[in-house]
């Protein structure tokens, strides 16, 4: 991919239930490609999501039916930027999306995570003025590699639920 300007390509996932929202920075380049969230092969979300709620997921139906149960949402920071691979040091020119009217609509959502450092620091320079409980969990890609998968699965599971 080049470093034209690119869109988010798909809708949060958003239930009339959610309670917390997770938020990552932007779709990897896989994830454009099989349109979905977390859709590199290597990326350990699904993973983590399956061994911290005991859910099986097999296809994008029951990983949708996972999210709905455990009330999570899913959605990204960025709206559109510009970047060179799927590294999040190489995202410019964010744009973000509008979390403040997203968590106005869905008076449901309690508290919001985010799957990274990058996604974190984007809502504390644009949203940090919103009153909602923020989550700090590592990075579910396999960039992030300094961590083991099974603190990780800790991580989330001591964070989320």
């Known amino acids: 991919m080049s470093s034209e300007i690119l869109e988010h390509p798909f809708n949060p996932i958003v ?11 932007f779709p990897s380049i896989k994830s454009f490609e099989n349109n979905f969230y977390y859709a590199h092969p290597r990326n350990q979300f699904w993973k983590i999501m399956e061994a911290i709620t005991s859910y099986p997921i097999i296809n994008r139906d029951q990983k ?7 009330k999570f949402g899913l959605w990204d920071m960025v709206r559109e930027c510009s970047r060179e691979n799927s590294l999040d040091s190489s995202l410019e020119s964010e744009e973000v999306n509008d979390i403040a009217g997203f968590l106005e609509e869905h008076s449901s959502i309690k508290r919001v995570a985010f799957t990274g450092k990058k996604a974190e620091a984007l809502f504390k320079t644009h949203f940090a003025y919103l009153e909602v409980e923020t989550i ?11 961590m083991p998968l099974e ?4 991580i989330y599971k001591e964070k989320l639920l």
């Open 136 to 146: 700090y969990l590592p990075s579910p890609s396999s960039a992030y590699a300094k």
């Open 151 to 154: 603190e990780k699965i800790k």
């Open 15 to 25: 239930f009339k239930d959610t309670e917390t929202l997770i938020l990552g920075s």
């Open 64 to 70: 949708l039916w996972l999210l709905k149960e455990a």
